[in-house]
């Protein structure tokens, strides 16, 4: 019998009810791990289809019973050639003989063909159960309409630890289901081989040696349970960082900061480190799981085909039995000490699907769990129909709280501001402030901890959330660059109506993009990544105006309060400057809150606020403000000065 485990290297397994190392005592983790998983696993199958999943188990239970019927037919064959070798060819005896052979062989090319169907369909298995976890996973990662649990560290470490299994190539999550029926043709030639063995020889015998073979397989499938415990105590993390380093490493984004910086060299020796330390642990575990035990397997396997040979021995010397049960005897038992070795069709893919499943799990655990926010007074009586029309809306946020779940204080504490319809308010603050934290407030990707945000008088929380979000258009500072084609891109804005491919080009042209989205080689139908065949990559400032067209798209098709983080910040001063003065015309009328630390943009605002300590402690005009001579005075002054040192006129440089 060999142990045969190949090394593998699972993500940290956590405790799906504590988020933490996994304290359970032995006999519930065993039950969860053990059973439960194979159990939850097994009444999958059906979903890849019942068809499927019956032929593969017909297929299965063929392919176990088809050895066992060889080991008779090739025993039998054994037995009769003394006779027919002594009657001669063209006896009665010689043509058994030839008869049995040839029933052999055809047992023997059955298996043979059969044995390629099984691994067709099992891969069939695993491709349709990956589909449907990777729908899980999927719908796990959106199920929240609010972005709280995705800035949850629980809930991104069994992201990150369900992606991995994923992208493993060697074996997948689905790979478990035909792995668990490929265990049927195991146990389906053990059972056989036990009878056989039972009704030729002994059937003492033949219980002792299937004790032993379940014996080694419980004792190697139980030790790569535990060897997988030590991913649970730091290896994880250590692998978690080696990953880290070795993708920072190889990936094209940080490329040219590792190498201006010198850090390749610096990057290496950690990675190597990381990694061998995460290795040597793995490797003590392995033999602290493997060896001693087994010995101690090995030793107890070898006794029992000892003592079976043994006795098939002396009954063979004292003429109890035949030739022919002789061969079935030694042929049962050789086929079921091969029985105790490692599967290789099934046993991995078992071990490591049942553990992605469980980490699958968390993950909606843990996303249901941190996706659980405030509960909002008036979501009781949400209203159907949003409050829409064609009028910009009129925003308030009314002593607005906000705090980041386990990260200290509040952020926004206390915070009055009202957005007048049809104006552009600018927010500015210093860094941390808040600024985007009230975008993510006046989005619903957050919601107040107290506090009201009201919509032409009625709480928004009264209207669901998808409804609202229709009614938003927003340029978030860190926009999203789709691999899409330009015109989708931009038409992302509003997916819930068809594609408008005239509103598109309207968009594009009012963002400043549209030659050049005509200029890539097929126009507004090329996609925006050259990881694709004919497609184009454009600059972070062009990409920014597709970010601004996707949001001027969403405004033509009905959204009334448009958001702006740092919309320009990629735009140079020039293309700044000029974007604003057909920006504030193309959106005059609409309700707009622009967030800026470019003062040159903030003071066109018809409106300015300054957020510290979580709340707006000025508002007014540029002029205002200018005049006031307080917070905001000075950091124009600071940013002016910083472009005009000779301090001539206020914001020269920074001005229209
Ligand atoms: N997901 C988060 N979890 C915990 N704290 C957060 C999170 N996001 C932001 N913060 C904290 O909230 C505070 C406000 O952050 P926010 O991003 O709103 O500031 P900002 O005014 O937009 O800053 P900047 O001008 O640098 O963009 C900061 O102290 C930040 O560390």
Sequence with gaps: MSSGNREHAPPSRTSSRTGTRDRRPGVERWWDEAVLARVRIVRAIPSTGPALASALLLVNVV???LPVAFVVATSVVIGQVPAAVAAGVGSQAWSALVRT???AAALFALQTLLTPVQHMLGELMTRRMDGLLQQRLIRASL???GIGPLEDSAVLDSLDEVNRWFEARAHTPGGACAGMLALVARYVRLAALTALLGAVASWAMAVALLVAVLVFRTGQRGGLRVLSRVYDTGVGAVLRRANHLRGVAMGARDAKELRVFGLTAWFTDRYVDEHTRAHDRVSRARRRVFLVPYLGYTALGLLAVCSVLALLASGSAQGAVSLTGL????????AMVMCGANYPEADLQT?????????????????????????SPEAADAVEEPVTGPAPASVELRSVRFSYPNAGGPVLDGLDLSLAPGRCTAVVGVNGAGKTTLVKLLTRLREPDAGDIVVDGLDVRRTPVELWRRQVSVVFQDFVRYEFSAADNI????????????????AARRAGVLDTLEALPHGIDTVLSRKHEGGAELSGGQWQRVAIARSLYALGAGARLLVLDEPTSALDVRAEAAFFDSFIELTAGVT??????????VRRADGIV??????????????ELMALGNRYARMFRLQAERFDPAGRGEGRSVAR
């Design 63 to 65: 392919l176990g019973v």
């Design 101 to 103: 052979f040839l029933a």
């Design 143 to 145: 199920r929240s309409t």
């Design 327 to 334: 061969a079935l005897a030694l042929q049962a038992t050789a």
């Design 351 to 375: 071990s490591l699907g049942m553990r992605a499943w469980q980490s699958l799990d968390t993950l909606e655990e843990r996303m249901s769990r941190a996706g659980e926010q405030a509960p």
């Design 491 to 506: 038409a992302c804005g509003a997916v819930h109506l068809p594609v408008d491919r005239e509103g598109v080009r309207d």
């Design 592 to 601: 707009s809150v622009l967030i800026s630390h470019r003062f040159s943009s």
């Design 610 to 623: 300054v957020v510290e300590g979580g709340r707006v402690v000025e508002q007014g005009t540029h002029e």
